[in-house]
């Protein structure tokens, strides 16, 4: 099955304390992003990768990282969370520029 | 400008028909999408228009796009109370090499029985 898994899907971690979001896909995609959610802003891209160890920043880079080492894989690092971080992240996958994006089915990250 | 506005709420009776309006601000749009949220779930792709085209038909979702106005809109034609979420609409720019979509802010429906 066609899928972007995410994980985890919900976590509670403490200012400070780094921790990586993990994204999965096995469409053999080239793009894939990052995303989050916040009530009445919509998602707003974090950043972004056009293929292997091409990333680059999206709207609301800072505070992130990210990497790609594998085509299917693109992990969401925040060094040192704050709790302007709190929100629902939402990794997607596409084939080109321009065609549908795929999902995952969010985190929900609290930093308290 | 990349800008997507959609009103926050709308709110119908079920067996109504619901439509859900967005507007956008780039005329190199290419495709255009609809996603529905529904709670503590990702985001589940509803359907999509090119550019070029006027209207769409899926079942019970009809999508109008007028080019002119820059106005998107989603019909929902006899709908249920499963209906109720939040429904985004998202533009893909033809000049982006980002892969990048520009979401609105999202209109959450509700379905009243």
């Known amino acids: 099955e066609a899928q972007v898994t995410q994980n985890p899907r919900y976590l509670i971690t403490v200012t400070g304390k780094k921790l990586t979001v993990t994204c999965s896909q096995n469409?053999?995609?080239?793009?894939m992003s990052w995303y989050r959610q916040d009530p009445g802003l919509g998602l707003r891209q974090i950043y972004y990768?056009?293929?292997?160890?091409?990333?680059d920043k999206g709207d609301v880079p800072e505070g992130y990282k990210v990497s790609r080492k594998e085509k299917r894989n693109f992990p969401l690092i925040l060094e040192s969370p704050s709790p302007n971080q709190t929100s629902l992240y939402f990794c997607?996958?596409?084939?080109?520029?321009?065609?549908?994006?795929?999902f995952g089915q969010g985190t929900r990250l609290t930093v308290v | 400008g990349e800008d997507v506005e959609q009103s926050l709420f709308l709110s119908v009776r079920e067996g109504d028909s619901s439509v859900i309006n967005c507007t956008y601000t780039?005329?190199?749009?290419?495709?255009l999408y609809w996603y529905k949220q529904e709670p503590g779930a990702g985001l589940q792709l509803l359907t999509y228009?090119?550019?070029?085209?006027d209207m769409k038909q899926d079942q019970r979702l009809t999508v109008l796009l007028n080019k002119k106005d820059k106005h998107l809109s989603l019909r929902i034609a006899d709908t249920q109370t499963g209906d109720s979420a939040i429904y985004f609409c998202?533009?893909?720019?033809?000049?982006?090499?980002?892969?990048?979509?520009?979401f609105g802010q999202g209109t959450t429906l509700q379905v009243k029985p």
């Open positions: 998202a533009e893909s720019i033809r000049s982006s090499n980002t892969g990048k979509l520009i």
């Open positions: 228009i090119f550019s070029n085209m």
């Open positions: 469409m053999n995609h080239e793009y």
């Open positions: 990768s056009m293929n292997v160890e091409v990333t």
């Open positions: 997607a996958s596409r084939t080109g520029s321009n065609t549908e994006a795929f």
């Open positions: 780039d005329s190199s749009s290419t495709y």
